[in-house]
């Protein structure tokens, strides 16, 4: 600890820990003054070696700017940062202020801290990227030393990823001598990630520090008492199995993949929980004072179990949190390690998990989510060129700070690696849709936000343009959402307008763990009191995660493999093992394509393991074929694993339904006639500037800013349906809302791969989907018992060996 200033290497000694090499490491890398990417588990006092280069040249170079920026992509995590970053500085008695500054932080703190920042500021890249905006932050930044980014892999190759990165890029023009320092736990393939980091794409100017494996975690799969249920996703039959867990843990997160399960599990979990333990629930959707209050209990220890999404899978330290469990599969491996990591936040002890599978082939996902884990095999992530209209805001962020020379700033942007590659034409073409909306829309003032003068520097056209970019910036597109609020005012949180707009005075529902009864619906508020009634759940949008391709494949491993069946419950081995007697399973690469005759209709189920998002797809353009070729389409249903149609007349030649053709035709046409096209549209429009969501002293409903970007859809489609944002909103459609990637690859192997199996009756993998059909049509809750009974005389006919 020789490196160590005294005021540090007391305060380790004190505790009688020592520095660990990845910590030393880093030490020796900000020395040299390198960009430098962390991979390391959690555990490992990653956040610590971040800021230890910091907190060491604080010390030995005292200053009252700003040192160092850490950039995190949840608020919940900057906040919960400051706390544990505060104790080990007080107890070393460093004079360093360290804030947070977050779309939560009030506006006189953002106001004194543009003028007097701390040495060390905590925020989000939307907030980085306001500050960015501002005339003083030339002076603000230029003796930034290091900007810190945690978690990196949860938003690097998204959009919120080619904000900060084209961030960083206007830091290093600002303080040349600047720093960037990622962190995460969960990287399969670094070198992406040195990419993103680096200046100019130099791989090799950033250092990589790899932390030393911690203990393996303890992860089990939680099996009824009865029989894996054969359909489902929620693994709610299991609830009184959790609720002994928790009994018998000290701290337990539940993590559910979707909001409206979290409500769900919190209710059930309610009704098992006979000792009245301390159960809190935690998502994106509730008030920042609920999340806040929660956050501060599980912080001080007061409670037992906390019901979550992924508002809580990064980095949130609460040291008494003893056990994670995750209901329903987990779709990935590096996600269920992040979450797993939630428990235990030590590297020499095993992290305890419990998953619970909710049907038959997500115990076959958990299964092989397990053996990733087990193999420290991660998800691979897909890093693809920066979107425009990200470009677009923050091109008007740098507008608002100054003029700017167009060439100056294209060499700047290209320094930011999803922008390595921007033709000087598209620049140009963005420049332009900022300076006056693009040739449909530039007779009309509002769009005309930037101007070139004279001596060739560009600049906004008028004041009012900066007060709306500050006003509207952010990467995240909600949902439309309606406040809920008791009549006396209190906000509970915020439920999407899709699903207030089918409530009518009477109706009930849970909310933030509570049944409640609408009042009145207005146009912006969801006025509510309690109630004892029995609810329905709220309906959220986009919240759906796929199955990865790296799970998808172990799943389909198993399938063909039945020397790995012995560790698999009886009811799965059974399951299988009729399964292959009956009809096939496929073999890895292979489409199988059943079809079969039930209860008067036709059915084809075929077994592709693209995910969900790419099933709803493909089951729209097959419907749309089917349609064509006179079969007759009733509907379809899909999960990750498969999807399946039901028509009038059969299917008797799979083949010419799945033709890569289908991605030319009957794609083009369903996203244009469908509203996919528009709510991608909406959101590029949010994004790029060319719709308000809010104006000074007033906040658009949702449907005031659908309204007004559906018009200019429509004017844009007809008279300039090249425009840039058109571009940007198809991109967005094929990639994010429909994952057309996974369907092209899947269409391109199905004329040489497919196997189509006749058959005179359900099959055994098929239950699964089928049971879905009934569930597609009935509130959830409503019909489970009669749906139950369903899916076991369904299972009786296919299981059936004659």
């Not at 590297?347 to 305890?352: A, H, V």
């Not at 949008?541 to 493999?561: C, H, K, Q």
């Not at 991109?731 to 006749?758: K, S």
Request: include cysteine.
């Amino acid at each position: 600890m020789m490196d160590l200033p005294p005021a540090i290497a007391e305060w380790f000694a004190a505790r009688g820990w020592r520095p660990r090499r990845h910590q030393l490491e880093m030490l020796d890398a900000a020395r040299e003054g390198r960009d430098t990417l962390l991979v390391a588990p959690t555990g490992a006092g990653k956040t610590l070696a971040g800021f230890l280069p910091s907190l060491v040249d604080l010390i030995e170079r005292p200053t009252d700017g700003l040192h160092t920026l850490y950039v995190s992509p949840l608020k919940a995590l900057a906040v919960d940062v400051q706390r544990n970053l505060l104790r080990p500085i007080e107890e070393m008695g460093l004079p360093i202020r360290v804030e947070t500054r977050t779309g939560d932080t009030p506006s006189d703190r953002k106001a004194r801290q543009r003028a007097r920042p701390p040495q060390m500021l905590l925020t989000t890249p939307e907030s980085l990227s306001l500050l960015i905006s501002y005339p003083e932050s030339a002076a603000l930044f230029a003796g930034l030393q290091t900007v810190v980014i945690d978690e990196v892999h949860a938003f690097a190759n998204g959009k919120r990823g080619d904000l900060l990165s084209l961030s960083l890029s206007r830091l290093r023009s600002l303080a040349p001598d600047m720093r960037a320092v990622a962190l995460s736990a969960t990287v399969a393939d670094p070198d992406e990630y040195r990419g993103w980091l680096s200046a100019d794409g130099d791989i090799d100017g950033v250092a990589l520090v790899q932390g030393d494996p911690g203990a393996p975690a303890d992860i089990a799969i939680l099996l009824p008492e009865g029989r894996i249920p054969w359909s489902g996703h929620s693994g709610r039959y299991a609830v009184a199995q959790v609720m002994a867990e928790i009994e018998t843990h000290k701290t337990t997160i539940i993590f559910c993949n979707t909001r409206s399960l979290a409500e769900l599990i919190f209710q059930d979990l309610w009704k098992e929980n006979a000792q009245s333990l301390p159960i809190g629930i935690h998502h994106g959707s509730l008030s920042r004072e609920a999340r806040r209050k929660v956050e501060e209990a599980m912080a001080a220890g007061r409670l037992r179990a906390l019901v979550a999404t992924a508002s809580l899978d990064l980095g949130v330290d609460w040291g008494d949190v003893d056990l994670v469990i995750q209901m329903g599969a987990p779709k990935g491996s590096s996600r269920l390690l992040q979450r797993i990591g939630r428990a235990n936040h030590r590297l020499d002890e095993p992290s305890e998990a419990v998953l619970v599978p909710g049907n038959r082939f997500e115990y076959l996902e958990a299964r092989a989510a397990l053996d990733a884990v087990e193999e420290g095999a991660l998800d691979t992530e897909i890093f693809r060129p920066g979107a425009l209209d990200v470009l677009a805001q923050h091109i008007m962020a740098v507008a608002c700070a100054g003029p700017f020379r167009a060439d100056e700033l294209l060499a700047e942007i290209r320094r930011s690696a999803p922008y390595a590659g921007l033709s000087g034409d598209i620049f140009g073409q963005v420049l332009r849709f900022i300076e006056n909306g693009g040739y449909a829309l530039k007779a009309y003032d509002r769009f005309k936000r930037l101007v070139e003068d004279a001596d060739g520097y560009w600049r906004v056209s008028h004041p009012k343009f900066i007060a709306q970019h500050r006003l509207n910036a952010g990467i995240i597109v909600d949902a439309p959402m309606l406040d809920v609020r008791f009549r006396n005012g209190r906000k509970l949180g915020a439920v999407e307008e899709g699903f207030a707009a089918t409530l009518t005075p009477g109706d009930t529902f849970f909310f933030a763990g509570l049944s409640l009864e609408v009042e009145k619906v207005d146009v912006t508020d969801l006025i509510v009191r309690a109630t004892a009634k029995s609810a329905r759940i709220p309906s959220y949008m986009g919240a759906r995660m796929p199955i990865s391709t790296n799970l998808a494949d172990r799943v389909r491993g198993f399938l063909a493999n039945d020397s790995e069946w012995p560790r698999f419950p009886p009811d799965v081995r059974e399951w299988l093992e009729v399964q292959s007697r009956r009809s096939r399973l496929p073999q890895p690469g292979q489409l199988l394509v059943e079809t079969f005759p039930h209860e008067g209709r036709h059915y084809m189920v075929a077994y592709s393991f693209e995910g969900w998002n790419a099933h709803q797809s493909l089951g729209m353009l097959l419907t749309r074929r089917m349609e064509t070729l006179g079969l007759l389409p009733v509907g379809f249903v899909a999960n990750d694993y498969a999807i399946g149609t039901f028509s009038l007349n059969p299917v008797t030649d799979p083949a010419a339904l799945f033709s890569p053709d289908i991605l030319e035709d009957e794609f083009v046409q369903w996203v244009q006639q469908s509203a996919l096209l528009k709510r991608a549209f909406r959101e590029v429009a949010v994004i790029g500037g060319l719709v308000e969501r809010q104006h000074p002293g007033k906040r658009k409903s949702g449907r005031q800013v659908t309204f007004s970007t559906d018009l200019i859809y429509d004017v844009l489609r007809r008279y300039e349906p090249d425009h840039l944002l058109l571009r940007a909103a198809w991109d967005d459609a094929r990639a994010r809302m429909t994952d057309v990637g996974r369907l092209a690859d899947l269409l391109d192997r199905a004329a040489g791969t497919m196997l189509h199996v006749e058959l005179n009756r359900v099959s055994p993998l098929a239950v699964p989907v089928l049971v879905m059909i009934g569930r597609e049509h009935v509130p959830q809750g409503l019909a489970d018992d009669a749906l139950l009974i369903e899916a076991e005389a369904l299972a009786a006919e296919a299981m059936r060996m004659d």
